[in-house]
C-alpha cells in the first residue's frame, strides 16, 4: 500500500489563479480529510469527505474553496482566484473508519507570487 | 467549539533527562486525545491515543478530565525522540472531525 499520495508536491500560482490539489487516499480509506498548515502554525482542519459527501467543511473559507472526493478517482481541493494568503502547505489525511487514526500525505505546497 | 493549546512551541532537554509535553484541550463533551508525531523526513504518524491507555516508544499521555489536559511523557529521552509533535482532539458528537493543537518542536540534545 502506496500510502496516501498527494500530488502535486509544490505548486506555484500567480494571484488570480486557480490551483487543484489532488489526494489519493490508502486502499480501502473511503474517508479523506483536508487541513491547511500556514508558516509557524498548526494543522487547521478545513474538509472532511466521504465518496460524494461532503461530512464537515466547517474549517473551509467559505468563498473561493471547494473540495470534492468522487466516486472514482482521488479527492481534490481546489482554490479559486487564489490570493498570496493562500500560500501554504495543504495536508491530506484518509481513514478506512472514522476513528481518529489518520494517515497523512506528504503535502503540497502552494506559493502564490 | 473545541481547541486544542500546547503552549510551548519549542521545548530542548538532553538526553536521558525526562520530557513533558504539554496539552491542554477546551471541549464540552466527551472527547477522545491523540499524540502525533512528525519526525524529520517522515509523515505525520499517529504516535498513541488515551483509549489505548498503552506506552509507544517509551511515552504516555494520561487524559485529566478535571485539568482538561493529555499531557505526554518519557522519563528518559533518547535523541531519536526528536521530532514535532501534536496534541489532537477528536469529538465524539457531531461530524467527529480530529483538531490539531499548534505542535511543539523537541529537541534532544547530546
Known amino acids: 500500500n502506496a500510502g496516501v499520495m498527494q500530488n502535486p508536491r509544490h505548486l506555484v500560482r500567480r494571484r488570480g489563479q486557480e490551483a487543484r490539489l489532488r489526494c489519493s487516499p490508502m486502499k480501502g480509506h473511503s474517508h479523506v480529510y483536508w487541513y491547511r498548515q500556514l508558516p509557524e502554525e498548526g494543522l487547521k482542519f478545513m474538509v472532511y469527505l466521504q465518496k460524494e459527501n461532503i461530512i464537515d467543511e466547517s474549517g473551509m473559507p467559505k468563498e473561493r474553496f471547494s473540495a470534492e472526493f468522487p466516486k472514482e478517482g482521488p479527492s481534490i481541493l481546489r482554490i479559486q482566484q487564489v490570493v498570496r494568503g493562500d500560500s501554504a502547505a495543504y495536508f491530506c489525511a484518509s481513514s478506512p473508519s472514522n476513528t481518529g487514526e489518520l494517515f497523512f500525505g506528504e503535502g503540497s505546497r502552494l506559493t502564490v507570487l | 467549539a473545541q481547541r486544542v493549546t500546547q503552549p510551548e512551541k519549542l521545548l530542548s532537554v538532553f538526553k536521558g533527562a525526562p520530557v513533558e509535553l504539554k496539552c491542554n484541550y477546551s471541549?464540552?463533551?466527551?472527547?477522545?486525545l491523540f499524540w502525533y508525531v512528525q519526525y524529520s523526513r517522515q509523515r505525520l504518524q499517529l504516535l498513541l491515543r488515551h483509549i489505548s491507555r498503552e506506552s509507544i516508544k517509551g511515552f504516555t499521555a494520561d487524559l485529566n478530565k478535571g485539568e482538561t489536559s493529555f499531557h505526554l511523557k518519557k522519563p528518559f529521552a533518547q535523541e531519536e525522540d526528536s521530532a514535532m509533535y501534536y496534541c489532537?482532539?477528536?469529538?465524539?458528537?457531531?461530524?467527529?472531525?480530529?483538531?490539531f493543537g499548534q505542535g511543539t518542536r523537541l529537541t534532544i540534545n547530546p
Open positions: 471541549y464540552s463533551g466527551s472527547p477522545e
Open positions: 489532537a482532539l477528536r469529538t465524539i458528537q457531531g461530524a467527529q472531525k480530529l483538531v
